[in-house]
């Protein structure tokens, strides 16, 4: 098998891996091999130009944000449409500004479900749920 980031996809359901290691790792140039250019986000982050340039936006926001992140996928399964569940859990460090809350050298531990179709190696449309609750208490509480 391939490693996260080298590479050819084998399988719809890495392209997603690759994705979270693209998170962990801060490769923002890593969207543009793993994502459409069209993407399809069912819920962007606010002010964002587009979907692709909203999901390297979240990237580097990951990246400058939090050290040692790391995805952790609990479970995962794909349709034979290119449909992709992902459940994961990702865990990390706040050393940096998050969306307005500075930096407290807090471990933060978050959940979410992604669900992406993949067409020819590249996520073409996403839904995805982040438990942002359960981090903001963690970075404020």
Not at 41 to 48: I, L, R, S, V
Not at 53 to 74: I, L, Q, S, W, Y
Not at 89 to 116: E, K, M, Q
Request: proline residues 6%; without cysteine.
């Amino acid at each position: 098998m391939n490693s996260p980031m080298n590479g050819q996809p084998t399988s719809a359901r890495d392209v997603p891996t690759r994705l979270f290691a693209a998170f962990d790792a801060g490769d923002v140039a890593a969207v543009d091999l793993l994502v459409s250019p069209d993407l399809l986000d069912h819920n962007p982050p606010p002010g964002a130009t587009s979907a692709i340039e909203g999901m390297k936006a979240m990237v580097a926001a990951m990246r400058d944000g939090f050290t040692n992140a790391h995805h952790e996928v609990v479970y995962q399964a794909e349709t034979d449409d290119g449909w992709v569940v992902s459940q994961w859990v990702i865990t990390g460090t706040h050393t940096g500004p998050w969306f307005g809350v500075p930096a407290t050298g807090r471990d933060v531990r978050v959940s979410g479900i992604d669900l992406a179709r993949v067409v020819d190696g590249r996520i073409v449309e996403i839904r995805h749920v982040e438990e942002l609750l359960q981090l903001q208490m963690q970075l404020t509480g």
